[in-house]
């Protein structure tokens, strides 16, 4: 569905926009991919490696509604990445961070209804469930920007959802290379948070074909979450070093024991390998959820399920997680 379409990309110089540019052109043959972001030496060094001739470069900040407006024209479908992610640099810049995640997401809704974009996903982050911090907080905004935009497309063709997600091994400012920096400084004891703490993990790759693979499920309004595995990060700190010791230093601010992607409250429907969480408003067209558009059918949770990475039922051994991480070791 890529093939001959013009795809924009919010904050498409970070790690996801990269992978998922990398596996469009492996994949598809897309008229144009439209990089959007606003720092220009990311945009220069991502340029010389993907230089494809479908390839463009459009500097611009998502709170900048003229500039994605102007990139926005001709656009089939918008992947919005684009975020201001860290926790405690949220707790201190509280505007900041609204500014960015919900006030550009309004401007990415609003320009993409003006422009009748097919189809828009917004990438979302298991924070947004229940939110503890501002980044949570604004996250969850947003997702509810992105769903109740369904309702103001009027008979245009646009359509909204969101993907959800937990971390994603390897990224940037994650437990994964701060252990390995440490690791490869010398360091003999890691420090660990709270011994009884979990969390998803999942692959950039794994997060990007999910992406590609919810805009041919999606009919608008869902917030889909995949089936990922969890794993105890005092088993994670062993697997990266067996020798070092752990040390404990207790739960940050704005950081749970447990992640959760679907809380008690959600109605969600189960697929075979991922959950939809339902919308709480209606909208002017009529879906039926437990039928995505390329035929799969999923069944109605009962009242009460979480999805939370401390009862989860898939969990990763050393051997799986080591596998996994192996690029960033």
Known sequence: MFNGKNILITGGTGSFGKKYTEILLQNYKPNKIIIYSRDELKQFEMAQKYNDKCMRYFIGDVRDKERLKKAMEDVD???????????????????????????GAQNVIDCAIEHEVEKVIALSTDKAAAPINLYGATKLASDKLFIAANNLVGKRKTRFSVVRYGNVIGSRG?????FVNLIKKGEKELPITHKDMTRFLITLEEGVKFVLKNFERMQGGEIFVPKIPSMKIVDLAKALCPKCKLKEIGIRPGEKLHEVMITKDDKCIEFSDHYVIKPT?????????????IGEKGTEKEIGFEYSSGKNDWW????????????FI
Not at 78 to 88: N, Y
Not at 174 to 178: A, C, D, E, H, Q
Not at 283 to 292: H, L
Not at 316 to 326: Q, Y
Request: net charge negative; charged share 20%; proline share 5%.
């Open 77 to 103: 479908i918008v992947i919005h990445a684009a975020a201001l992610k860290h926790v405690p640099v949220a707790e201190y810049n509280p505007m900041e961070c609204i500014k960015t995640n919900i006030n």
């Open 174 to 178: 994650s437990v994964v290379p701060f």
């Open 281 to 293: 408003i209606n909208f002017s067209f009529e879906a039926d959820y437990t039928k995505n558009m």
């Open 316 to 327: 990763l051994t050393c051997e799986e997680f080591l596998e996994k991480a192996v690029e």
